[in-house]
Protein backbone atom coordinates (compact mmCIF):
# COMPACT_ATOMS: atom_id res chain seq x y z
CA UNK A 1 0.00 0.00 0.00
CA UNK A 2 1.64 2.97 -1.16
CA UNK A 3 -0.71 5.39 -0.14
CA UNK A 4 -2.31 6.46 -3.53
CA UNK A 5 -5.53 4.18 -4.77
CA UNK A 6 -6.34 4.51 -7.97
CA UNK A 7 -10.06 3.22 -9.44
CA UNK A 8 -11.15 1.25 -11.01
CA UNK A 9 -7.94 -1.03 -11.40
CA UNK A 10 -9.34 -2.49 -14.89
CA UNK A 11 -11.91 -0.55 -17.04
CA UNK A 12 -13.20 -1.91 -20.75
CA UNK A 13 -15.05 0.66 -22.52
CA UNK A 14 -16.42 1.39 -26.23
CA UNK A 15 -15.31 4.30 -28.49
CA UNK A 16 -18.14 6.30 -28.08
CA UNK A 17 -18.13 6.13 -24.12
CA UNK A 18 -17.26 8.52 -21.65
CA UNK A 19 -15.56 7.48 -18.36
CA UNK A 20 -13.84 8.66 -16.00
CA UNK A 21 -10.35 7.35 -13.09
CA UNK A 22 -9.78 8.36 -10.01
CA UNK A 23 -6.78 8.66 -8.08
CA UNK A 24 -6.49 9.63 -4.32
CA UNK A 25 -3.87 9.85 -1.89
CA UNK A 26 -3.37 10.27 1.70
CA UNK A 27 0.10 10.76 2.09
CA UNK A 28 -0.52 14.76 2.26
CA UNK A 29 1.20 15.46 -1.51
CA UNK A 30 0.82 18.78 -3.12
CA UNK A 31 1.36 17.99 -6.60
CA UNK A 32 -0.15 14.82 -8.63
CA UNK A 33 0.50 13.35 -11.97
CA UNK A 34 -1.03 10.73 -14.80
CA UNK A 35 1.00 8.88 -16.50
CA UNK A 36 0.11 6.22 -19.40
CA UNK A 37 2.07 2.79 -20.23
CA UNK A 38 1.73 1.63 -23.17
CA UNK A 39 2.25 -2.19 -23.92
CA UNK A 40 6.18 -2.42 -23.87
CA UNK A 41 7.14 0.98 -23.96
CA UNK A 42 8.19 3.66 -20.96
CA UNK A 43 6.13 5.21 -18.81
CA UNK A 44 4.93 8.43 -20.56
CA UNK A 45 4.42 11.41 -18.04
CA UNK A 46 1.01 12.75 -19.14
CA UNK A 47 0.12 15.84 -16.99
CA UNK A 48 1.26 17.47 -13.67
CA UNK A 49 -0.80 19.15 -10.86
CA UNK A 50 0.90 21.54 -8.16
CA UNK A 51 -1.66 22.79 -5.71
CA UNK A 52 -4.13 22.07 -8.28
CA UNK A 53 -3.25 24.01 -10.92
CA UNK A 54 -1.93 22.20 -14.00
CA UNK A 55 1.77 22.80 -14.79
CA UNK A 56 2.45 20.34 -17.43
CA UNK A 57 0.60 18.85 -20.29
CA UNK A 58 2.81 16.93 -22.35
CA UNK A 59 0.95 17.06 -25.97
CA UNK A 60 -1.72 14.73 -24.62
CA UNK A 61 -4.96 14.74 -26.95
CA UNK A 62 -7.82 16.73 -26.17
CA UNK A 63 -10.24 13.33 -25.46
CA UNK A 64 -7.94 13.02 -22.39
CA UNK A 65 -9.06 16.09 -19.96
CA UNK A 66 -7.60 16.01 -16.41
CA UNK A 67 -9.00 16.97 -13.06
CA UNK A 68 -7.43 18.28 -9.99
CA UNK A 69 -10.65 19.43 -7.58
CA UNK A 70 -7.73 19.47 -4.80
CA UNK A 71 -3.90 18.34 -3.66
CA UNK A 72 -5.38 14.88 -2.16
CA UNK A 73 -8.10 13.96 -5.46
CA UNK A 74 -7.30 13.76 -9.30
CA UNK A 75 -9.10 12.46 -11.78
CA UNK A 76 -8.58 11.86 -15.94
CA UNK A 77 -12.35 12.00 -17.56
CA UNK A 78 -11.73 9.66 -21.07
CA UNK A 79 -13.94 10.30 -24.10
CA UNK A 80 -14.06 8.81 -27.74
CA UNK A 81 -10.96 7.12 -27.20
CA UNK A 82 -8.81 4.98 -29.69
CA UNK A 83 -8.06 1.32 -29.31
CA UNK A 84 -4.57 2.67 -29.34
CA UNK A 85 -4.84 4.56 -25.81
CA UNK A 86 -5.45 1.00 -24.42
CA UNK A 87 -3.14 1.03 -21.78
CA UNK A 88 -2.24 1.16 -17.81
CA UNK A 89 -2.51 4.84 -16.92
CA UNK A 90 -0.55 5.31 -13.64
CA UNK A 91 -1.37 8.34 -11.29
CA UNK A 92 1.62 9.07 -8.53
CA UNK A 93 2.01 12.15 -5.74
CA UNK A 94 5.01 13.50 -4.49
CA UNK A 95 5.55 17.11 -2.04
CA UNK A 96 6.76 20.03 -3.89
CA UNK A 97 8.12 22.66 -1.77
CA UNK A 98 9.89 25.81 -3.66
CA UNK A 99 12.56 24.16 -5.64
CA UNK A 100 12.35 20.47 -4.08
CA UNK A 101 10.38 18.10 -5.07
CA UNK A 102 10.71 14.59 -3.25
CA UNK A 103 10.37 11.51 -5.07
CA UNK A 104 7.03 10.23 -6.48
CA UNK A 105 4.70 7.64 -4.83
CA UNK A 106 2.42 5.51 -7.47
CA UNK A 107 -0.70 4.09 -7.24
CA UNK A 108 -1.95 0.55 -8.83
CA UNK A 109 -2.71 1.73 -12.02
CA UNK A 110 -6.05 1.28 -14.24
CA UNK A 111 -5.81 -1.09 -17.20
CA UNK A 112 -8.02 0.46 -19.91
CA UNK A 113 -9.15 -1.33 -22.53
CA UNK A 114 -10.63 0.49 -25.57
CA UNK A 115 -12.76 -1.83 -28.02
CA UNK B 1 18.05 16.28 -16.65
CA UNK B 2 20.56 14.17 -17.56
CA UNK B 3 20.27 10.63 -20.05
CA UNK B 4 21.10 7.28 -18.12
CA UNK B 5 21.86 4.15 -19.54
CA UNK B 6 21.03 0.62 -18.19
CA UNK B 7 21.74 -2.91 -19.54
CA UNK B 8 18.03 -4.21 -20.75
CA UNK B 9 18.71 -7.05 -18.92
CA UNK B 10 20.13 -9.26 -16.53
CA UNK B 11 19.42 -12.11 -14.52
CA UNK B 12 20.54 -13.35 -10.99
CA UNK B 13 20.52 -16.34 -8.62
CA UNK B 14 18.37 -16.49 -6.22
CA UNK B 15 19.79 -15.63 -2.84
CA UNK B 16 22.74 -13.98 -4.56
CA UNK B 17 23.48 -10.08 -4.91
CA UNK B 18 22.03 -8.37 -7.78
CA UNK B 19 24.42 -5.78 -9.04
CA UNK B 20 22.59 -3.30 -11.33
CA UNK B 21 24.70 -0.47 -12.90
CA UNK B 22 23.46 2.60 -14.48
CA UNK B 23 25.55 5.21 -16.42
CA UNK B 24 25.03 8.80 -16.42
CA UNK B 25 28.29 10.71 -17.55
CA UNK B 26 26.33 13.63 -18.40
CA UNK B 27 24.92 14.25 -14.43
CA UNK B 28 25.44 17.62 -13.31
CA UNK B 29 26.23 18.53 -9.64
CA UNK B 30 22.82 19.14 -8.71
CA UNK B 31 21.15 16.18 -9.95
CA UNK B 32 20.32 13.51 -8.43
CA UNK B 33 20.30 9.74 -8.64
CA UNK B 34 16.87 7.81 -8.22
CA UNK B 35 16.13 3.90 -8.26
CA UNK B 36 12.49 2.67 -8.96
CA UNK B 37 11.42 -0.60 -9.53
CA UNK B 38 7.94 -2.04 -11.34
CA UNK B 39 6.82 -5.53 -10.78
CA UNK B 40 4.80 -6.49 -13.45
CA UNK B 41 1.48 -4.33 -14.12
CA UNK B 42 1.70 -2.35 -10.97
CA UNK B 43 2.73 0.98 -10.06
CA UNK B 44 6.38 1.86 -10.22
CA UNK B 45 7.88 1.72 -6.48
CA UNK B 46 10.64 4.40 -5.16
CA UNK B 47 13.92 2.24 -3.99
CA UNK B 48 16.22 4.69 -3.16
CA UNK B 49 17.84 8.01 -4.33
CA UNK B 50 21.40 9.85 -3.42
CA UNK B 51 23.47 13.01 -4.69
CA UNK B 52 27.08 11.84 -3.93
CA UNK B 53 27.10 9.62 -1.26
CA UNK B 54 26.94 6.37 -0.72
CA UNK B 55 23.01 5.38 0.45
CA UNK B 56 21.78 2.47 1.97
CA UNK B 57 18.08 1.87 3.29
CA UNK B 58 15.69 -1.73 3.76
CA UNK B 59 15.84 -1.91 0.33
CA UNK B 60 18.77 -1.86 -1.31
CA UNK B 61 21.51 -0.31 -1.75
CA UNK B 62 23.32 2.70 -3.77
CA UNK B 63 26.75 3.18 -4.37
CA UNK B 64 27.47 6.36 -6.49
CA UNK B 65 31.21 6.59 -8.17
CA UNK B 66 32.90 9.57 -6.89
CA UNK B 67 32.83 10.83 -10.44
CA UNK B 68 29.50 10.19 -10.32
CA UNK B 69 29.58 9.56 -13.52
CA UNK B 70 27.92 5.82 -12.77
CA UNK B 71 25.79 4.18 -10.40
CA UNK B 72 25.24 0.42 -8.78
CA UNK B 73 21.76 -0.43 -7.05
CA UNK B 74 22.58 -3.45 -4.59
CA UNK B 75 19.66 -5.84 -3.78
CA UNK B 76 21.88 -8.14 -1.55
CA UNK B 77 19.40 -11.44 -1.19
CA UNK B 78 17.48 -11.35 -4.31
CA UNK B 79 14.54 -12.97 -4.11
CA UNK B 80 12.25 -13.96 -6.75
CA UNK B 81 9.65 -11.65 -5.91
CA UNK B 82 12.36 -8.80 -7.01
CA UNK B 83 12.11 -9.85 -10.29
CA UNK B 84 10.62 -6.85 -12.08
CA UNK B 85 11.86 -3.95 -14.29
CA UNK B 86 15.04 -1.48 -12.57
CA UNK B 87 14.95 2.33 -13.57
CA UNK B 88 17.53 4.30 -12.71
CA UNK B 89 16.83 8.11 -12.89
CA UNK B 90 18.39 10.97 -12.97
CA UNK B 91 16.87 14.38 -12.46
CA UNK B 92 17.33 17.98 -10.32
CA UNK B 93 15.73 17.81 -7.18
CA UNK B 94 12.40 20.20 -8.37
CA UNK B 95 12.04 18.07 -11.68
CA UNK B 96 9.10 15.32 -12.18
CA UNK B 97 9.91 12.17 -12.86
CA UNK B 98 10.76 10.79 -16.01
CA UNK B 99 11.30 7.30 -16.81
CA UNK B 100 13.59 5.43 -19.17
CA UNK B 101 13.10 1.69 -20.71
CA UNK B 102 14.89 0.05 -17.37
CA UNK B 103 17.00 -2.92 -16.55
CA UNK B 104 14.46 -6.15 -16.59
CA UNK B 105 16.34 -8.46 -13.84
CA UNK B 106 15.09 -12.37 -13.47
CA UNK B 107 15.92 -13.73 -10.24
CA UNK B 108 15.96 -17.54 -11.12
CA UNK B 109 15.47 -20.39 -8.24
Known amino acids: ETGVTQTPRHLVMGMTNKKSLKCEQH?????MYWYKQSAKKPLELMFVYNFKEQTENNSVPSRFSPECPNSSHLFLHLHTLQPEDSALYLCASSRKLGWMNTEAFFGQGTRLTVV | DAKTTQPPSMDCAEGRAANLPCNHSTISGNEYVYWYRQIHSQGPQYIIH???NNETNEMASLIITEDRKSSTLILPHATLRDTAVYYC??????????FGAGTRLTVKP
Open chain 2, 50 to 52: GLK
Open chain 1, 27 to 31: LGHNA
Open chain 2, 89 to 98: IVRVAGNDMR
